[in-house]
């Protein structure tokens, strides 16, 4: 299993191996113990799969504060999409600043996102399935989330603001000002 680091710390861009003949491939995406060798001892609690019909889709950028701060490993089992973390960690030297890494059923890779960071992406083809295992039960309380194109932030989204689709709920989250206390010690 590759784990590489992203531009954050934090963040892992995580890429199992695929073992492929004539028929197709096999790969373990998944191993507790390999990935506590990495450092990455979260137990997992719950998965979570969304399928996103339109190139362009941005679901995000969301996270989930005490007590049920989560952490994510998202990857991708049809299509693409480019997924970003921002880190919204108070004190932490990366602060306001984000990784992203295209992720792809073609390239396998996975994407760690730890707990009080932001999580979002684009798809970047039609009918693209993400999976993703949490750290922490989802909690309607607890879900937070900050405009996917908040202009501070500045993220370089691979794709046309005007193409963008998005849900009801994400078009009217508040900028990324909002998050400077959601993770305060």
């Not at 030297?93 to 009080?116: C, D, I, K, R």
């Not at 999580?119 to 399935?129: A, I, K, V």
């Not at 993703?132 to 996917?148: F, M, P, Q």
């Amino acid at each position: 299993m590759k784990i590489e680091t992203l531009g954050i710390p934090d963040v892992k861009l995580i890429t199992p191996p695929r073992f492929g003949d004539e028929r197709g491939y096999f790969s373990e995406t998944y191993s507790a113990p390999r990935l506590a060798a990495a450092g990455l001892t979260d137990a997992f609690l719950q998965d979570n799969q969304s399928l996103s019909r339109v190139r362009s889709t941005v679901r995000g950028l969301h996270c989930q504060i005490a007590p049920f701060v989560q952490g994510k490993l998202v990857r991708v089992i049809r299509g693409s999409i480019w997924d970003v973390a921002v880190d919204a960690r108070p004190g932490s030297p990366t602060f306001g600043q984000y990784a992203g890494a295209e992720l792809s059923a073609e390239n396998g890779s996975q994407l760690w996102v730890p707990p009080g960071f932001l999580h979002g992406f684009c798809t970047l083809e039609p009918d693209t399935e993400v999976m993703y295992k949490v750290t922490a039960l989802y909690d309607r309380a607890s879900e937070r989330g900050v405009l996917w194109n908040d202009p501070t932030l500045a993220l370089p989204w691979p794709v046309e603001p005007t193409e963008v689709v998005l849900s009801e709920k994400d078009k009217i989250l508040p900028g990324w000002d909002a998050a400077a206390t959601w993770f305060a010690a």
